[in-house]
């Protein structure tokens, strides 16, 4: 789980930096793929503490922009007086924590850190435990458990196209289509965009059959009039299979712009998908 860990002088340092966090939290969840309607936000602290902080806390509720749950203890019994979870909820209706923040004020005694303030005595710091997307295979099943959940409400599942595996599959319509989708291929991975190539001996309708169970985001068709025309036939997952007329130099744009700022790893398999493993039975 990465971890981002603040030492604030005061409360009133430590408040604000609560709130960048805050914000920093659901900004890095949005990116990864959940917007504010798959998650929802559990907050808890002492009852002291939300009488001497009360806007603070609504304040932290209002720029959510939805309701949040609240739990309020009569006296601290953690290392923490606040902290907030982003709960996923999952298909089977179990949550389970992503980002998180805690104002710790317990830890800094019991490790002896310290710092010197502006008077040169020694002080204890508040410390801040910020996890700004929570555990990766955490994030991973949300992602999966929100792809069934467009599923089951008639849409195509996916995961986000900075994250799936192959994000352009391209089907020549016949072998002597194959050299042109090579080139395609080539200027795709040109600019860090994971592509395969279905030569297979299959039906045209069954290759797009298996790109569509592959859930590959962009699946592009070439044959005579792609070549000629100088615009793909692009298939577009997410706007549930329709077909789009699309320049090279548009898709490589469009699909950018759509990982802009994400990780990169080139595809781990061979390009063309008869040169991969077959498991039959």
Same mark, same amino acid.
């Given at each position: ?9 005061? *409360?009133?340092?430590?408040? @604000? ?7 920093? %939290?659901?900004?890095?969840? =949005? =990116? ?5 309607? @798959? ?19 609504? &304040? ?10 609240? &739990? ?14 982003? =709960?996923?909820?999952? =298909? ?8 998180? #923040?805690?104002? @710790? ?48 409400? +008639? ?43 279905? #030569?297979?001996?299959?039906? *045209?309708?069954?290759?797009?059959? &298996? ?11 070439? +044959? ?24 090279? @130099?548009?898709?490589? %744009? ?26 039959? +039975?």
């Amino acid at each position: 789980m990465p971890d981002c860990h603040a030492f604030c002088a005061d *409360l009133t340092q430590a408040k @604000d930096e609560f709130k960048k966090r805050f914000e920093l %939290s659901i900004n890095v969840l =949005n =990116n990864i793929g959940l917007s504010k309607d @798959d998650f929802e936000i559990a907050i808890r602290f002492t009852k002291d503490f939300y009488e001497e902080n009360t806007e603070f806390i609504e &304040e932290l509720a209002r720029n959510f922009g939805k309701p949040i749950l609240a &739990e309020i203890w009569a006296e601290r019994f953690f290392y923490f007086r606040l902290k907030w979870d982003a =709960n996923f909820v999952d =298909n089977q209706d179990k949550a389970a924590a992503l980002s998180t #923040d805690q104002i @710790d004020v317990e830890n800094a005694k019991r490790y002896e850190i310290t710092f010197v303030d502006e008077k040169g005595e020694k002080q204890y710091p508040l410390i801040l435990h910020n996890s700004p997307s929570g555990a990766i295979e955490r994030c991973v099943y949300a992602l999966l458990e929100k792809a069934f959940r467009d599923q089951q409400k +008639g849409k195509s599942p996916m995961l986000p196209i900075w994250l799936s595996p192959s994000q352009v599959r391209l089907i020549p319509i016949s072998d002597q289509f194959l050299e042109k989708v090579q080139e395609i291929a080539t200027q795709l991975e040109a600019h860090c965009i994971r592509v395969d190539i279905d #030569d297979t001996a299959n039906t *045209l309708q069954k290759r797009i059959r &298996e790109a569509e169970t592959d859930w590959v985001p962009y699946v592009v068709v070439v +044959g005579q009039k792609e070549i000629e025309s100088g615009a793909l036939s692009v298939r577009v997952r997410e706007m549930q299979g329709k077909v789009e007329s699309l320049k090279l @130099d548009e898709l490589v %744009s469009r699909i950018k712009g759509q990982i802009e700022g994400k990780p990169f790893k080139p595809l781990p398999l061979p390009i063309n998908l008869s040169k991969r493993p077959q498991f039959h +039975g």
